[in-house]
């Protein structure tokens, strides 16, 4: 396992449908990160997971969004009903929980290729 | 609400001459910095680092400046190559036993050219 993995790497889907999402993390990382991405910007946090703990999402997370991490490993992001604001890239990322406040390179998030989301 | 803020959209350089991208900040409870660079259709990468209890922080041709009181900081590559030319993005996370995201600036496309 060399890096973060997601799937698929791209999904182009009509207006209205569901659609889902996977990141595989680093293996030993416990945290989880999703992020979204549109042209121009840069990535926008939505939802965090520490194990399988869903820890905080933001309020672009709307309540067409589901995230969930079952076994603390692999995490899926569900998008229903989609919308053509919603095509972006989704960007997944992993981190370690740092064992004490003197191993702050704990915090540097490992991201993956992202899954570039196209609503037609 | 922008927190994190890259004003220059886009740079370019010459290779072997030193690359300066510059990021700022508004919120006073971010205490870690984070650089990541980003090619075309992939995720960004890890770059380098710095702790706001440090002003420098190095790594090779990269290194980090941190000004808290101005709330600005800034990467030097030196020198640039070709293979430098990506986008960067400046990042910033709150102190531990807050939120654990990162807040990203817009991002800065580097070219370094020949």
């Known amino acids: 396992d060399t890096g973060v993995s997601q799937d698929p790497r791209h999904k182009i889907t009509k207006r209205g449908q569901n659609v889902t999402f996977r990141c595989d993390p680093i293996s030993e990382h416990n945290r989880l990160y999703w992020y979204r991405q549109t042209l121009g910007q840069g990535p926008e946090f939505l939802t965090y997971?520490?194990?399988?703990?869903?820890?905080?999402k933001s309020r672009l997370l709307s309540d067409r969004f589901s995230a969930e991490r079952p076994k603390g490993s692999f995490s899926t992001l569900e998008i229903q009903r989609t919308e053509q604001g919603d095509s972006a890239m989704y960007l997944c990322a992993s981190s370690t929980r740092p064992p004490g406040l003197a191993d702050r390179s704990s915090y540097e998030q490992y991201f993956g290729p992202g899954t570039r989301l196209t609503v037609t | 609400d922008q927190q994190v803020k890259q004003n220059s959209p886009s740079l370019s350089v010459q290779e072997g001459r030193i690359s300066i991208l510059n990021c700022d900040y508004t919120n006073s409870m971010f205490d870690y910095f984070l650089w990541y660079k980003k090619y075309p259709a992939e995720g960004p990468t890890f770059l380098i680092s710095i702790s706001s209890i440090k002003d420098k922080n190095e790594d090779g041709r990269f290194t980090v400046f941190l000004n808290k009181s101005a709330k600005h900081l800034s990467l030097h590559i030196v020198p640039s190559q070709p293979g430098d030319s990506a986008v960067y993005f400046c990042?910033?996370?709150?102190?531990?036993?807050?939120?654990?995201?990162?807040?990203f600036g817009t991002g800065t496309r580097l070219q370094v050219t020949l």
């Open positions: 997971f520490q194990n399988e703990a869903q820890l905080e």
């Open positions: 990042a910033a996370k709150q102190a531990p036993g807050t939120a654990s995201k990162l807040t």
